[in-house]
């Protein structure tokens, strides 16, 4: 089958980009056959040597090459900017610490990340953490979570999320059903947790729930197996819990994205011939896929196992249609923004919004 016809499905991928802050021809080609709705930005992708000026200039002509490449009118430019070592763009970008240091500014700090993050093309950042930091063993989560408790993290995470978008960046909330209570990190391994539904009920799901009455239009699904939940499947290929719990129980009428599909928690789990189908039919809408733990050229794979899967009837074309609409009409409601320098006081105002960070950032977490 031709590459062309990929594009059919490129609505429900995320592609994250080879380390270069050029594009890379065989991410140009991607890009080109399957025209994906959304894009995330690592570390990688910019260039963290040069004066703000040079790299802005340079990362201009990256977004606009991804776009010419994409010949998508609207397009999810994404991005992991939670602050503390999640963050992935060089000075001037403001670095905040942890979102439990700034909680009690959350607003401010949601407003400055977004006018920082639109002005880089973004309109899109995998934010808040709606996870709750109820493990002190957890070695992911921790203070990226606003909150020890349910209460905590929605006091902070819902003024973040509207003043972010106010300024034309969307918000995700993550990692659907809760990651808070593990003890592995499931970019190494698959963590599983042996919570009841009346219990995540009584403490997990409380943000998110909070978060789709706000009005939140994307959540993003975990890589953990609920084992009393779902004892086969972990959250990103379990239809009970993703739309059984997320879509009708908790009635989530927007996007479900999965986390990258490269994490060592998936490894195996979508090889077979029918993965792609399979994760759609689980009820998600788009699979992650970045180069930083895998080959995202498996996104070709995972791309015709959706049309075989739709053209052998193992995955219902009303199921992928609804999805598409989901997608279109978040994109329909996301700013497209241009790459803009912003003022030094601009940037000296944000400083004072909330903790900064000086450690170390990841290209990962």
């Not at 016809?5 to 065989?26: K, M, N, W």
Request: proline share 4%; with cysteine.
């Amino acid at each position: 089958m031709s590459d062309s016809l990929l594009a059919t499905v490129g609505d429900h991928f995320f592609i994250g980009l080879r380390p270069t802050s050029v594009l890379d021809d065989r991410d140009r080609a991607l890009l080109r056959d399957l025209k994906p709705a959304g894009v995330i930005l690592y570390k990688s992708n910019f260039r963290h040597d040069l004066p703000y000026r040079d790299w802005l200039a340079m990362h201009r002509d990256l977004i606009a090459a991804i776009r010419d490449s994409s010949q998508r009118d609207k397009q999810f430019i994404a991005i992991d900017h939670e602050g503390g070592r999640v963050c992935r763009t060089p000075p001037p970008i403001t670095r905040f610490s942890y979102a439990a240091r700034w909680a009690s500014t959350s607003e401010q700090v949601g407003d400055a990340m977004g006018a920082e993050l639109a002005s880089l093309g973004c309109n899109l950042n995998f934010a808040p953490d709606l996870d709750i930091h109820s493990n002190p063993a957890n070695p992911v989560i921790g203070e990226r979570a606003f909150g020890r408790t349910a209460d905590e993290v929605i006091k902070s995470m819902l003024p973040f999320t509207r003043a972010m978008e106010r300024r034309g960046v969307r918000a995700c909330g993550k990692h659907f059903p809760g990651h808070g209570d593990t003890q592995v990190d499931s970019h190494h391994e698959l963590p599983v947790l042996d919570l009841t539904l009346d219990q995540i009920k009584a403490r997990e799901l409380k943000p998110f729930a909070a978060a789709i009455e706000g009005g939140i239009e994307m959540m993003m699904t975990s890589h953990i197996l609920y084992r009393k939940l779902d004892a086969n499947d972990p959250v990103t290929l379990s239809r009970t819990i993703t739309q059984g719990l997320l879509r009708e129980a908790m009635n989530f009428r927007g996007v479900i994205v999965s986390d990258d599909v490269g994490m060592r928690a998936m490894a195996g789990r979508l090889d077979a011939p029918d993965a792609g189908a399979r994760f759609m039919a689980a009820g998600n809408d788009m699979l992650m896929i970045c180069s930083h733990l895998t080959d995202t050229e498996r996104a070709r794979f995972l791309a015709q196992s959706i049309i075989n899967g739709v053209d052998s009837g193992k995955l219902d074309a009303a199921v992928l249609k609804a999805s598409a609409r989901r997608v279109h009409a978040m994109l329909d409601g996301t700013a497209q923004n241009a790459v803009t320098e912003l003022p030094a006081e601009m940037f000296a105002r944000h400083r004072s919004a909330g903790t900064q960070f000086d450690a170390a950032t990841v290209e990962v977490v």
